[in-house]
């Protein structure tokens, strides 16, 4: 099937988690990191996260200054998302709101509703969109699912050596610590960047073909 050229970016603590047991948001990691998060956004013609991630991080999915904003792209299975969260409050692209499961889409304003699946909802927007690059901001149950269907082409990481956020209940890159993916994924090392001074190391790994 058809599907946009996907990428992902997770900062990820020193044991391997994205928050804590208590879904601390973002901003543990450094200017620079936060830095290649908005260039990486800007890269993209299309955004897509979790509403645990949206929620959590009270996300605008926006890129300061850009003419052409990206598409917003939002992914529930439950569609409980509040019409008063800032994503609906601040003009950017044009919002998308999958819903997977069987409730009915909430009243949300100025807002494209899509039910099925994941994979559908990718090819929906590679097709009728012209989506050809979608950039995955998180969280780890939404690229759990994007891994188990294998649509990640590349993975963009910061690995954090300043934060340990420990628990077992502590999300990953690919959600809560549970069964493994159904098979394993190659990726290569595109790019290694490491920050002494930020306690930090920028990594991007692409999919090996
Ligand atoms: N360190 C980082 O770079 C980074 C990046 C992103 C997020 N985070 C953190 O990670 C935490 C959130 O992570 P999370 O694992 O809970 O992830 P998440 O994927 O953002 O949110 C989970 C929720 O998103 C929806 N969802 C995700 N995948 C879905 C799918 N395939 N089909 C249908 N719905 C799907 C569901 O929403 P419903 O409940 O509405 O059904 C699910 O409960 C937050 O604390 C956030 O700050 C960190």
Known sequence: MPRPWIST?????????????????????SRDDHARLLALRESACALIVGRGTLDADRMTLTVPGKVVQPLRCIISRSGEISADHPVFQ????????????????????????????????????????????????????????????????????????HTLFGASQAPTATGIPADFLPRSLDFTLSHFDPRPDLGECFLSYRRAQ
């Open 9 to 29: 970016n997770l900062a990820i603590s020193a044991d391997g988690k994205i928050s804590s047991v208590d879904r601390r948001p973002s901003g543990w990691t």
């Open 90 to 161: 601040k003009p950017g692209g044009p919002i998308h709101l999958l819903v997977t499961g069987d409730a009915s889409p909430p009243p949300l304003p100025k807002v494209t509703f899509h039910g099925g699946s994941l994979a559908a909802f990718l090819e929906t927007l590679s097709s009728d969109f012209g989506v050809k690059h979608l950039h995955c901001e998180g969280g780890g149950m939404l690229i759990r699912s994007l891994a188990e269907i294998d649509a990640i082409d590349e993975f963009h990481l910061t690995l954090a050596g």
